[in-house]
């Protein structure tokens, strides 16, 4: 038995893996975040990038990566 609110938040839920390193011959980071669930994965070199990403993924899921 489903209510109206559960699913609501699972509609609105996502989960990722984020995985940070920083590459010490370039001195740059590397971002890689994957959806959990899915073999769906992206590298980044800057956080704004990633978060973008991430909030275009959370709050509009039928838009383009």
């Not at 971002?31 to 704004?48: D, H, K």
């Given at each position: ?25 370039s001195d740059d980071w590397r ?21 973008i990403f991430a909030r275009n ?6 838009k383009p990566a």
């Amino acid at each position: 038995d489903h209510d109206m609110a559960g699913e609501a938040q699972e509609s609105s839920y996502a989960a990722f893996l984020l995985r940070v390193w920083h590459n010490d011959t370039s001195d740059d980071w590397r971002l890689v975040i994957e959806e959990i669930g899915s073999e769906a994965r992206r590298g980044f070199t800057n956080w704004e990038e990633l978060v973008i990403f991430a909030r275009n993924c959370v709050c509009d899921p039928e838009k383009p990566a």
